[in-house]
């Protein structure tokens, strides 16, 4: 621990700043100083030295070797001269002081100089003298007053130096020590300690300074504690189960709610991975908890979980954290929710959700997804699948007569035993209303789904006992095979649906396997929807009036109102094909109400004809047309073009009468009291004609064009029948109060047998087509001719 580092290098510093700057100062004073003093005393040498030379003179003339030696032993003791010699010039006299010569290197010079005499004859040279002046150090050359003063410059020196040294140690190293103190005291007790230090310089206020910030850590350090003491308590306290993790998915802090929810001790679960207590089966989902929230910054993943009883529970986890950076570590809150009690009401309200609650069967949604898994099946197994699509006939006739109770009892024991006739994997739901869809899957699908639709069929034969009575039902079955008809889930259903419409078109109660003309069918059926909706839109739709004559006279009697539909591209489309389908998506209501309109126009423009005023007018009606409110339309329209309630014949089919519904029956009887007259269209082409006679207010009976063609048939025995069938529905119809018209009407030959029969009135197409107004007006000037022959002649 370096605590004198601040003094050594204050120390460095002073030192320093004396050999930068004082020393060389001071050594150059002293070489100064020195050459001067050196000078001063070569000076004085030469002095000496030839007063000396010159003192030698005499004694070397005199050859006083005494004397001479007495002078150079004078000049030898001078402390700058380290070496002396004397010679004469005639080498007599040869005086060395000392004896042995030193080494030249010690000498700091030499100084030759002859020796001189003033004889009496002039001056001579009696010799020569050598001195060798010594070297000397450099404080050698000083005086003791210099050494003094120089003795007092380094006690000044050193003296300045301890008293800086003194005074960093106690303005400087002391507050710093202490400081140093209380910071290590602090590291290793871990208590704020401060500084003991007062003072009005720089240190006092950096001690000031540090012990405010020991106070104000050491109450922060408190708040911490105080926050973290209350963040452990709610960790711990709070009503859910609280965990974090590291980097490594190891369990760091796991809270006691927790703890006691899972059954666990904390020794037991903290520092292990978190996935350990996931079960296996589940482990890989919660890795990947991440991959699809990575920038979320919170993930959801729900996974079963061990206990430390060995029970699993479903949780949900919602984990939040941030990731490791220069600033922070790594942080993460985990929220463990026990969501099992959730997770089988989930499952439950799933299987409600798929299930049909009435039969127990798959619902559409549920039967929409087992066919999406079965596709994926049959592609990996490399098997076809079959769908059967099962309708019931009549279905609708039950809910409406017997009401729906009697429909669901209906349903439920059609479900029942359409799944008796099926193995244990194979699937059945009910789409909807009489609706259910079957799902094969079998090497031999084909073959399989055609067997299994007859056995489907066949087990619809027996009644069903329906409160206390039998009650007979069968079903229209479409089958279309995967990967044969169809690539596709939604496909394969919508390709047996195709199918079953086929079967119900060709006659219901059988089975039908789909085929590729149906797809034409169904877009000729698309086609024709189109059009319906466009034709209404854009006013399409005309009546056609085609005329009804007494076969007595050949007077025109009526007009029979015929819809058509005029195609701008495609002309005149067939109206039986529109009628099906406009009876199938409801727009029947809307094509009856423009017909009846505009037929009862025309009515009123023929009407304005002399000898047509009496006409009346015989409109066909669907049976989804009969509803409370078509009575008051209907006399509306009368009212609003002039027509009395008596010139209208409404048409009805066998298929009306037989719905034997309350509603059509206050139709019908409204219709009757309003003054309109009731015909029976197609009559005994059905079940039961002869009973509706009896129960509805019919007024006309119309002869089937089945009949009146039969009646001139090649083949006798069918004329006689047809013969004697007319004849009966004439009787009958009479006898009834009714009146008869026959349709169909193709030759003469058939109008001489109907007139022969008593047959009132006729129609068909050796009377007239079925023709627009403009056209109509122009054919009725044929009818006008006051004489019978005549007439059919025209009519001919």
């Not at 997770?343 to 299930?355: C, M």
């Not at 789409?431 to 073959?447: K, T, V, W, Y």
């Not at 029969?757 to 129609?763: A, K, L, S, V, Y």
Request: charged share 25%; aromatic share 6%; glycine share 6%.
């Amino acid at each position: 621990m370096k605590v004198h580092s601040v003094e050594s290098r204050f120390i460095a510093i002073v030192i320093g700043a004396l050999l930068v700057f004082v020393a060389p100062l001071f050594v150059l004073f002293l070489i100064l100083s020195s050459d001067r003093v050196a000078r001063e005393r070569l000076q004085n040498t030469e002095v000496l030295l030839k007063t000396n030379v010159q003192a030698l003179g005499k004694p070397l003339w005199d050859f006083d070797r005494e004397s001479i030696d007495q002078i150079v032993t004078d000049l030898q003791s001078d402390a700058d001269i380290g070496y002396v010699r004397v010679r004469d010039t005639s080498d007599a006299i040869d005086i060395r002081k000392p004896a042995v010569e030193p080494n030249p290197a010690d000498a700091r010079a030499v100084v030759k100089t002859d020796i001189l005499h003033k004889a009496s004859d002039g001056i001579k040279k009696v010799g020569t003298a050598e001195i060798w002046l010594r070297k000397e150090g450099i404080f050698s050359r000083f005086t003791k007053d210099e050494m003094s003063i120089f003795a007092i410059f380094f006690f000044a020196v050193a003296t300045l130096f301890t008293a800086a040294i003194i005074g960093n140690r106690i303005t400087i190293i002391r507050p710093l020590m202490r400081l140093t103190a209380a910071i290590e005291a602090t590291r290793r007790l871990g208590s704020r300690h401060h500084v003991d230090w007062t003072s009005n310089d720089e240190m006092g206020a950096l001690a000031h300074n540090f012990n405010e910030m020991q106070s104000k850590l050491e109450r922060e350090e408190r708040e911490l504690k105080l926050a973290h003491a209350r963040a452990t308590d709610i960790y711990n306290l709070t009503p859910a189960m609280l965990f974090s993790i590291d980097a490594e998915n190891r369990i760091t802090a796991v809270s006691d709610y927790w703890l006691t929810a899972t059954g666990y001790r904390r020794e037991q679960v903290i520092g292990q991975e978190f996935t350990d207590f996931v079960a296996e089966d589940w482990r890989e989902i919660y890795r990947k908890r991440h991959a699809d929230d990575a920038e979320a910054g919170i993930c959801e993943v729900t996974v079963r979980f061990r206990c430390a009883d060995d029970s699993v529970i479903d949780v949900l986890i919602l984990e939040t954290g941030v990731a490791e950076s220069s600033g922070r570590q790594a942080l993460s809150l985990s929220v463990m929710t026990d969501v099992t009690d959730l997770k089988e009401a989930e499952n439950r309200n799933h299987r409600q959700a798929i299930t049909d609650h009435l039969t127990g069967l798959l619902n559409r949604q549920g039967f929409e997804s087992v066919l999406d898994e079965m596709i994926v099946d049959a592609d990996t197994l490399g098997q076809p699948l079959a769908c059967l699509f099962v309708d019931l006939d009549r279905f609708k006739w039950i809910n409406d007569n017997l009401g729906h109770a009697t429909g669901d009892d209906v349903l439920c024991q059609v479900a029942m035993r359409l799944r008796r006739q099926l193995r244990a994997g194979d699937v059945i739901a009910r789409l909807g209303g009489d609706e259910f869809a079957i799902l094969l899957s079998a090497p031999n699908g084909r073959q399989l789904a055609l067997d299994v639709s007859d056995r489907l069929v066949a087990s619809l034969r027996a009644p069903l006992i329906v409160g206390g009575a039998e009650l007979n039902v069968s079903a229209s079955i479409g089958v279309a095979v995967y990967p044969d008809h169809a690539s596709t889930a939604a496909c394969l259903l919508q390709k047996s649906d195709m199918a079953m419409y086929a079967r119900k078109r060709g006659g219901k109660n059988g089975v039908q396997i789909f085929d590729n003309n149906m797809v034409d069918i169904a877009r000729k059926r698309l086609e024709t929807e189109q059009s319906i909706d466009q034709g209404l839109r854009e006013d399409w739709f005309t009546a056609h009036l085609q005329p009804i004559v007494s076969l007595a006279d050949g007077r025109v009697a009526g007009f029979e109102a015929l819809m058509r539909l005029n195609h701008p591209e495609r002309g005149i489309l067939p109206p039986a094909e529109i009628v099906g389908i406009a009876e199938e998506n409801g727009s029947i209501g809307r094509i009856g109400d423009c017909i009846l309109s505009k037929s009862i126009a025309n009515l009123a423009v023929i009407s304005r004809l002399d000898g047509l005023a009496d006409t009346y007018l015989a409109v066909n009606f669907s049976p989804l047309q009969f509803e409370p409110a078509m009575p008051s339309r209907l006399a509306a329209l009368l009212l609003e073009n002039g027509i009395t309630p008596s010139r209208i014949v409404v048409e009805i089919t066998e298929a009306v009468l037989m719905l034997d519904n309350p509603v059509v029956r206050e139709v019908l009887d409204a219709l009757s009291d309003l003054g309109c007259r009731i015909a029976l269209d197609d009559f005994g082409t059905g079940y039961s004609s002869l009973s509706y006679l009896n129960r509805f207010p019919v007024d006309i009976v119309k002869v089937d064009q089945s009949f009146t063609r039969s009646l001139s048939s090649d083949q006798p025995d069918v004329r006689r029948k047809s013969r004697m069938l007319v004849e009966g529905i004439r009787t009958i119809s009479h006898q009834m109060g009714c009146a008869v018209v026959a349709e169909g009407i193709e030759t003469s030959e058939q109008w001489d047998i109907l007139q022969a029969m008593n047959i009132e009135f006729g129609q068909g197409y050796l009377l007239s087509r079925p023709l627009p107004l403009d056209a109509l007006l122009e054919k009725l000037d044929e009818f006008a001719m006051p004489d019978m022959p005549a007439r059919r002649a025209a009519a001919s």
